[in-house]
């Protein structure tokens, strides 16, 4: 990673990128009901305002001969020995998820407007929305993993009260409560990395630990790496900490949009990204982040095949191309510009189609089971067709966005030339193939064949304020993938963050994998109409189906496995410690207080206040002396 300067000109403005929503989220969550009327408006209007400065820092940034910039703004912590300074690194990693967060954020914030219309805590939600994307860009803006860490939190407690913002709806209490004790569990994992950082090196800067990384025994620099991945899989929803992010559809649509497009699951592709010269340094790591994303982009994909919930089903899509990236930034050098590539892609294609979801629930009356749809092409006619080219981008339809990211990752895998690297290769083209068969199985059951709706339900288009941003989408969906390999190949932008992408030696002709991959794909398109555009939808899913079914039904059991290995043990052990602090410290403790409490009972029984007792007391008393002092003479 090359060295940055310190930041001059727009650059040096960076810290207004996360002042700006944070300034919104302020004055939304404190100034009340006031705010009702105007507070939509000026949530839209600091994102927006982010993502302008943002492209203008951009344009800046990349006239600099280092294309980075630091900027320092106070000093965090100075205690003993640990100084961290908070400050942010300008990079051209960095600025490309500010462009992606400030970017689909502005246009998820508008379709709230419309989408949240009628929601009295409309206000609030859109204070959520700001607190979110300014934490999201602490996150990618912080020059140390102290301050990565704190934009990490932010981002949780964000994740959190937006995923329960209908608290009072039982499960969606239960998702956000799910996602945040699941998110915990990774954050140990890069609260602890950090620790080792500065016990082995004294610095927790990016610049401090990249440069001294070499130094490190073998052993500390594998812990670091796996460190790292845990809490690179909390975030970004990789097992075996997948399960919370399909519940987090009990959120509203735009957070939907927001957590598994532009932001949240994006975190940990982030870390891994921005931690190559750990990870480039420790095979074993980089192998378990490779085993990590092709496991999961496995199980994200078979789960998706299932579901009849809408919004599910792109949730386990996201959990398979998150999986996708984790597997290409695990390839190393090869696969950082490609993972990446494909992360700012999917931003484009699957937040048009969680808002295309949102218009679809929009028109239906809330509506998510697929198996009440129907026919709706010709009801919702830009929902259909906005949905369908951020459909056709997911699955690699030739030449759209899609195509030109997810070959480039299976293309690096197999370029790997071992065996390894064939089953990897093999697993990214079996979840094309998988792929294509859940969305089209999804774009069957909701926009082709028979209205399955009832006589009550009206179906309608949405307004223009969800609408619009739906086609922008759309745009990006078609055009971003070919912008970012061919036209601008974004490998040459993160030169200075990863250094001169090499030229790849290709085992198979890219040809050829293009080939192969499209024609699984059309295979999995194949499938689905057979399996579900020629036939008659029942209303209710089937309850006789094969055990895999049922498997990918309940997630591969995921939950049944976290319960089973860590939850039950977890209380167990939670309701022993509790008994043995009960019957034993607290036992002991109440035990002697309870000792002492009764003898000074029973003596305190001797003090009658009449004077005869004490008398004949001292009476005793100095009969015993006495007898004590004839004893001792006689003897």
């Given at each position: 990673?090359?060295?940055?300067?310190?930041?001059?000109?727009?650059?040096?403005?960076?810290?207004?990128?996360?002042?700006?929503?944070?300034?919104?989220?302020?004055?939304?969550?404190?100034?009340?009901?006031?705010?009702?009327?105007?507070?939509?408006?000026?949530?839209?209007?600091?994102?927006?305002?982010?993502?302008?400065?943002?492209?203008?820092?951009?344009?800046?940034?990349?006239?600099?001969?280092?294309?980075?910039?630091?900027?320092?703004?106070?000093?965090?912590?100075?205690?003993?020995?640990?100084?961290?300074?908070?400050?942010?690194?300008?990079?051209?990693?960095?600025?490309?998820?500010?462009?992606?967060?400030?970017?689909?954020?502005?246009?998820?914030?508008?379709?709230?407007?419309?989408?949240?219309?009628?929601?009295?805590?409309?206000?609030?939600?859109?204070?959520?929305?700001?607190?979110?994307?300014?934490?999201?860009?602490?996150?990618?803006?912080?020059?140390?993993?102290?301050?990565?860490?704190?934009?990490?939190?932010?981002?949780?407690?964000?994740?959190?009260?937006?995923?329960?913002?209908?608290?009072?709806?039982?499960?969606?209490?239960?998702?956000?409560?799910?996602?945040?004790?699941?998110?915990?569990?990774?954050?140990?994992?890069?609260?602890?990395?950090?620790?080792v950082m500065f016990a082995q090196l004294g610095t927790t800067s990016f610049e401090g630990v990249f440069g001294s990384v070499e130094a490190l025994a073998g052993g500390t620099l594998t812990a670091l790496g796996l460190l790292l991945l845990l809490g690179a899989c909390g975030k970004s929803g990789q097992f075996p900490l997948q399960s919370w992010l399909p519940d987090a559809m009990e959120g509203p649509t735009p957070v939907s949009a927001l957590i598994h497009a532009a932001t949240m699951v994006t975190a940990g592709v982030y870390l891994i990204a921005r931690a190559a010269p750990i990870y480039d340094q420790t095979p074993t790591a980089r192998a378990a982040v490779l085993a990590v994303g092709a496991l999961t982009l496995m199980i994200g994909a078979i789960a998706g095949c299932a579901y009849d919930d809408i919004k599910k089903v792109l949730a386990w899509s996201t959990v398979s191309q998150i999986g996708y990236m984790f597997l290409a930034v695990g390839l190393g050098p090869v696969g950082y510009a490609a993972g990446l590539a494909h992360l700012l892609t999917h931003g484009f294609f699957k937040a048009g189609l969680f808002l295309g979801a949102g218009s679809v629930m929009h028109a239906m009356g809330d509506q998510v089971d697929m198996r009440r749809f129907g026919g709706l092409a010709r009801k919702v006619p830009i929902t259909f067709v906005t949905f369908g080219l951020g459909y056709l981008a997911l699955i690699g339809f030739p030449f759209l966005s899609g195509y030109f990211t997810k070959d480039a990752i299976i293309e690096a895998a197999l370029d790997r030339g071992d065996t390894w690297g064939l089953v990897l290769g093999g697993v990214a083209i079996l979840g094309a193939g998988l792929t294509a068969f859940y969305m089209t199985r999804l774009m069957l059951l909701t926009f082709a064949g028979k209205a399955r709706w009832t006589d009550d339900q009206h179906p309608h288009e949405s307004p223009p304020v969800m609408t619009v941003p739906m086609i922008l989408l759309a745009v990006g969906s078609v055009g971003a993938g070919f912008v970012l390999v061919s036209v601008a190949p974004l490998a040459d932008w993160l030169e200075p963050v990863f250094g001169e992408p090499a030229e790849p030696e290709h085992v198979i002709a890219p040809a050829l994998v293009a080939a192969v991959v499209t024609a699984v794909a059309a295979a999995g398109v194949v499938a689905a109409w057979l399996f579900v555009g020629r036939r008659e939808v029942p209303l209710t899913a089937p309850a006789r189906v094969s055990p895999v079914t049922r498997a990918a039904r309940n997630a591969l059991y995921a939950d049944t496995v976290n319960e089973s290995l860590f939850m039950r043990p977890g209380q167990w052990l939670t309701r022993a410690l509790v008994w043995v602090d009960n019957r034993g410290v607290d036992g002991a403790v109440n035990g002697l207080a309870a000792a002492f409490g009764g003898s000074s009972s029973r003596l305190g029984r001797a003090q009658t206040g009449f004077v005869r007792t004490y008398a004949l007391g001292m009476l005793g008393g100095a009969v015993v002396v006495a007898g004590a002092l004839l004893a001792v003479t006689a003897g």
């Open positions: 990673m090359a060295e940055a300067a310190p930041a001059e000109g727009l650059a040096a403005a960076a810290w207004l990128l996360i002042a700006l929503p944070m300034a919104g989220a302020a004055v939304l969550l404190l100034a009340g009901r006031r705010a009702d009327r105007w507070g939509h408006l000026l949530g839209c209007a600091t994102v927006l305002a982010a993502f302008l400065l943002g492209v203008l820092i951009t344009v800046d940034v990349a006239g600099l001969p280092e294309r980075s910039a630091a900027v320092e703004l106070f000093t965090f912590i100075a205690t003993g020995s640990l100084d961290v300074r908070a400050g942010l690194l300008v990079d051209p990693l960095s600025l490309a998820f500010v462009l992606l967060i400030t970017g689909v954020g502005s246009l998820i914030h508008v379709y709230s407007v419309g989408y949240m219309a009628h929601d009295p805590g409309r206000r609030r939600f859109f204070g959520y929305l700001n607190l979110f994307v300014a934490a999201m860009l602490l996150l990618v803006l912080g020059d140390s993993f102290v301050a990565l860490y704190v934009g990490w939190e932010g981002v949780g407690l964000a994740s959190y009260l937006l995923i329960a913002f209908w608290y009072r709806r039982p499960a969606a209490a239960t998702a956000a409560k799910k996602a945040f004790i699941m998110n915990r569990v990774g954050d140990v994992g890069l609260a602890l990395a950090i620790f």
